[in-house]
């Protein structure tokens, strides 16, 4: 069990800048794979971005390659979503989520924080 905790949502113009901290409960360095979805009202939860445990291997919804970075610091333990040139496109709310080979097929999900970014 891990709890996953994000911060970093707010109102941006669009053209700015975020970045998205998750912050876990406990060590990630089980997790072999972390990362951030968003859904809008009325759509389902999408992947925007997944990274490995060791960082080595990054992965991108098309919609946010070259404008969204993924990362992770094991020692913190947070991993972090770096999000520049927003669109009023990408307004949702985040959800951090971490799988880990013991654990729920699914992963475990922070309570999600709301980006919006204004046109």
């Known amino acids: 069990q891990v709890q996953l905790v994000e911060s970093g949502g707010g109102l941006v113009q669009a053209g700015g800048s975020l970045r998205l901290s998750c912050a876990a409960s406990?060590?990630?360095?089980?997790?072999?794979?972390m990362g951030w979805y968003r859904q809008v009202p009325g759509k389902e939860r999408e992947l925007v971005a997944t990274?490995?445990?060791?960082?080595?291997?990054?992965n991108y919804a098309d919609s946010v390659k070259g404008r969204f970075t993924i990362s992770r610091d094991n020692a913190k333990p947070t991993v972090y979503l770096q999000m520049n040139s927003l669109k009023p496109d990408d307004t949702a709310v985040y959800y951090c989520n971490a799988k880990s080979v013991m654990g729920p097929a699914s992963g475990y999900w922070g309570q999600g924080t709301q980006d919006t970014v204004s046109s």
């Open positions: 406990r060590s990630i360095f089980s997790f072999s794979v």
């Open positions: 990274i490995t445990h060791g960082g080595g291997s990054t």
